[in-house]
C-alpha cells in the first residue's frame, strides 16, 4: 500500500487527484493540505511514502516545503505540481531533492505513473522539455566544460559567460553542444537533470 499525502491550495485540485487515485485499491491517501505549513503539522504525526507538493502556495511554498521535507525526513518521496514548466522551478526541485515534477494538466495515468516509478525509487520527471533518454549516462568532462557547465546551471546568458571565461559566443556555444551530447539531452532543462544527478553542478 502507497502512503499518500496531497498538498494544494485549491480545494477543486486536491479533489481532482482524488478522483483520479479513487479506484486504485494500493493507494492510501493518508492526510490533505492547503499549504506548507499545514503539511509540517501532519509529518509529525504520519508519514507518507509519497507526497504530491504544489509549487506555489501561500504561508510556506512547496520548494520551501521540500526543503524542510528532505533534511528531516529524507525517506519521503516528493513529487511537485506546478501549472507550468518554469526551468528555474524544475532546477530547484532537482536541487532540493525532489524525486518528480509534475504539471497540474497530466492526465491520470502520467499522474499514476509517477507515483508508482517515485514510490518505487525511481525519478519522474513529466516535462515535454526533456530528453531524458541518457539522462543518467556519467561521462567526464573536462575542467572548462565544467566550468561552462555550472554557469549554464546559474542561468548565466551564452554572451555572459563568454564574458566572464573570456572567450568567444560561438566557443560557448560549441561547449554547450558538447554537454548536451554527452548528456544526450537537447535543452537546458535536460542538461540541469543530467547535471544534478550525476554530481556534476557545483
Known amino acids: 500500500m502507497i502512503k499518500l499525502i496531497i ?113 518505487n525509487g525511481g525519478t519522474s520527471f513529466e516535462i515535454h522539455a526533456f530528453n531524458t533518454q541518457n539522462s543518467t549516462k556519467t561521462l567526464e568532462l573536462s575542467q572548462r566544460e565544467k566550468e561552462v557547465l555550472n554557469l549554464i546551471m546559474d542561468e548565466y546568458e551564452t554572451k555572459k559567460i563568454a564574458n566572464k571565461l573570456k572567450v568567444s559566443i560561438s566557443t560557448v556555444n560549441t561547449y554547450r553542444s558538447r554537454l548536451m551530447q554527452k548528456a544526450g539531452v537537447n535543452n537546458d532543462i535536460g542538461l540541469y537533470k543530467w547535471a544534478i544527478e550525476n554530481k556534476f553542478y557545483k
Not at 27 to 52: F, M, R, W, Y
Not at 56 to 80: C, F, Q, S
Open 7 to 119: 498538498v494544494d491550495d485549491h480545494p477543486l485540485m486536491i479533489d481532482r487527484i482524488k478522483t483520479a487515485i479513487s479506484d486504485t485499491p494500493d493507494i492510501s491517501i493518508i492526510g490533505e493540505a492547503n499549504n506548507g505549513k499545514q503539511l509540517l503539522e501532519i509529518l509529525t504525526k504520519t508519514l507518507p511514502d509519497v507526497i504530491l507538493l504544489d509549487i506555489r502556495m501561500p504561508e510556506l511554498d512547496g520548494i520551501d516545503a521540500l526543503k524542510i521535507i528532505k533534511e528531516k525526513y529524507k525517506e519521503v518521496k516528493v513529487i511537485m505540481l506546478s501549472q507550468f514548466g518554469e526551468r528555474g522551478l524544475i532546477k530547484k526541485s532537482l536541487e532540493f531533492g525532489a524525486s518528480g515534477y509534475l504539471l497540474k494538466c497530466s492526465d491520470k495515468q502520467i499522474l499514476l505513473s509517477a507515483i508508482y516509478t517515485v514510490f
